[in-house]
């Protein structure tokens, strides 16, 4: 049974930095398309950063040069670095893994960990 599981959301100030971590259980990371999306109270779920499965990153302009996504091939874990954190950054962060173009074509979410940035 697939599952992700986030970890590292927590209530930090504004200027600080958190680390957010996703395991993944019954996947391979490096086969995966990784994504971090964030949904803040009454908005939609937006995409953050990506790590591709050649290891090509992709960032939400919000977020450029402050959030770095990586991955441990070894631990199937990806990590998301978040620095100089404001309080628009304050979201359930979701982490999802996806494949779509070589079977096994799948598309898996974790249950999201909080972020919450004070002023």
């Known amino acids: 049974q697939v599952q992700l599981v986030e970890s590292g959301g927590a209530l930090v100030e504004s200027g600080g930095s958190l680390n957010l971590s996703c395991s993944a259980i019954g996947i391979v990371v490096s086969y995966s398309t990784m994504n971090w999306y964030r949904q803040a109270p009454g908005k939609e779920r937006e995409l953050v950063a990506t790590?591709?499965?050649?290891?090509?990153?992709t960032y939400a302009d919000s977020v450029k040069g402050r959030f770095t996504i990586s991955r441990d091939n070894v631990k199937d874990t990806v990590s998301l670095q978040m620095n100089s954190l404001k309080p628009e950054d304050t979201a359930v962060y979701y982490c999802?893994?996806?494949?779509?173009?070589?079977?096994?074509?799948?598309?898996?979410w974790g249950r999201g960990t909080q972020v919450t940035v004070s002023s």
């Open positions: 790590i591709r499965s050649g290891g090509t990153q």
């Open positions: 999802n893994a996806n494949r779509v173009r070589l079977p096994p074509i799948y598309d898996y």
